[in-house]
């Protein structure tokens, strides 16, 4: 299926502002990242409470880790260059996000059929160990398994849309596969390096016939990065978003048809 960019579609969700009315207490914050995972999804614009915070995020964009305010915020969304008017948003929610957590919410399926995935992200690993999870967010790809190429899966069945669980490992350097059920491979991912002392998400996203891989550090060492894992994934395209201060307040935000907890893969 090719890409196809709809104009009054939109394509993520998440809501986080950052008050300009003061400075929060770090007991106060969340960390959040949003994923743009809706192939044939526009660029939008999102507004905050009324107030311009995003404009033209593209598919594929990754906002890295943004500490912001825990509660709920009212998020709406149009198409780029739309003018804003009240009520009128092709989307809008009331989101919440919780102190002391971080998450990844991803705006996955195609523009017809628009769902938010959302998970909680692991800030922490077994010192020396390494860990990792699979996002299957390619609207029309089937079950999948993730694993050693000739080898044991890593991860079984993983289905869209969904985001699986954790599973820590050895550091090392593992030549991986995404593959069917029956060992078809998918895609090949030799020569993957997972650091010791870091968690990374590693989503599916695109087509079945244009699957790519984004690879995320969740955590590494004492801090969240907001880079790229240094990895035998590959290197996929990073759009950057274009970020706008508005009444003194930073935001980041995606925008989709609802929010739905999925952790439904078990290892």
């Known amino acids: ?8 579609s939109v394509a993520m969700v998440l809501v986080l502002s950052l008050l300009a009315s003061g400075v929060m207490a770090a007991g106060d914050m969340a960390k959040v990242r949003v994923v743009h995972a809706s192939p044939d999804a526009p660029a939008v614009d999102v507004y905050v409470n009324g107030e311009l915070t995003l404009e033209d995020v593209p598919f594929k964009a990754d906002s890295g880790y943004l500490d912001v305010p825990a ?16 009520g009128s948003a092709v989307l809008q929610a009331d ?24 998970a909680e992200d692991s800030m922490s690993v077994t010192e020396g160990k390494t860990k990792i999870r699979v996002g299957h967010l390619s609207p ?13 899966a890593v991860f079984s ?8 669980d954790y599973m820590e490992l050895d550091a090392g350097t593992y030549d991986l596969e995404i593959r069917m059920p029956d060992g078809t491979q998918v895609l090949p991912l030799e020569g993957t390096e997972l650091k010791a002392d870091t968690v990374y998400s590693v989503f599916a996203v695109n087509t079945a016939d244009s699957l790519e891989v984004l690879a995320l550090v969740d955590y590494e060492g004492a801090a969240s990065p907001d880079g790229m894992p240094t990895t035998g994934l590959g290197t996929p395209e990073q759009n ?12 980041i935000v995606a925008a989709g048809s609802g929010v739905f907890l999925r952790k439904r893969f078990q290892n």
């Open 1 to 8: 299926m090719k890409k196809v960019f709809v104009s009054m």
């Open 71 to 86: 509660g709920t915020h009212n998020v709406e969304v149009f198409a780029a260059g739309s003018e804003y008017a009240e």
């Open 95 to 118: 989101l919440t996000v919780e102190a002391g957590k971080a998450y990844t919410v991803a705006a996955a399926n195609t523009v017809d059929s628009l769902e938010f995935v959302v």
């Open 140 to 152: 029309d790809a089937p079950a999948v398994d993730v694993g050693l190429i000739g080898g044991d």
């Open 157 to 164: 069945g993983a289905e869209f849309p969904g985001i699986t």
């Open 240 to 251: 950057q978003m274009n970020w706008v201060l508005v009444a003194g307040a930073l935001a």
